[in-house]
């Protein structure tokens, strides 16, 4: 099969031709000069389009609202490390692991509300989907980095629930970001990280299209 190939009907439910990104995954990414495009997908068969949508900007607009209406596909991909890290709640001085684990719920809760809020948008847009856990850091010191991991697994999991529940195939970034070239630093990822993941989203977009109706775990 010739995927993304000009020799396909242009109207193919396996070739993207506009991909809207919800979440802030490229926000703090370097990928050079040019358009995003390239830098995720060099010498691509056809042309095409992403749009990054930034969480607020979706649930400010209500929902499909802010989709544009050629949108072809939809990843859901947020920035968990680096969320994870700058809220503070890695460095926080608990006074037991009780204290500690409820503050990590808590967050999880309100992070489970916005991911479920976005869901509900790229559902109702009807338009192939998929779901992208949080990439794990990366970090250098073993203690930090085994924290680090654990508060990780608490968000993965409300990603996990919520989108098996709706259906959504799932791309598990914790097994594709696992060599040290596809981080630039401990929470961010190198441009070869990035292509990585594209490459496997993209694969995991393809087989959607043309095979929908189950969840599918694509790493």
Known sequence: MLQNSVQEDEKSPDIIRHLVLLGDA???????????????????????????????DVLRQGRTQAIPAE???IGICV???????????????ARSVREALD??????????????????????ASVP??????????????SHQRVAATALAIFNDRILRRAIAARLSIVELRLVCDEDSDYANA?????????K??????????D???????????F
């Open 26 to 56: 490229l926000q703090n990414i370097d990928l050079g000069g040019g358009q995003v495009e390239g830098a995720l997908v060099p010498r691509p068969r056809n042309p095409w389009k992403i749009t990054v949508l930034q969480p607020h």
């Open 71 to 73: 949108t072809s596909h």
């Open 79 to 93: 920035d968990g490390g680096w969320a994870i890290e700058t809220s503070g709640l890695l460095n926080g001085g």
């Open 103 to 124: 503050a990590l719920a808590s967050a999880a809760d309100e992070f489970e509300d916005l991911f479920a809020r976005l869901i509900a948008a790229a559902t109702e």
């Open 129 to 142: 989907t998929i779901v992208c856990t949080l990439v794990p850091a990366r970090y250098v010191e073993p």
């Open 187 to 195: 929470t961010l990822l190198s441009r070869a990280g990035v292509r």
């Open 197 to 206: 993941v594209a490459n496997v989203a993209r694969s995991a977009l393809y």
């Open 208 to 218: 959607i299209s043309r095979n929908p109706g189950r969840t599918r775990v694509y």
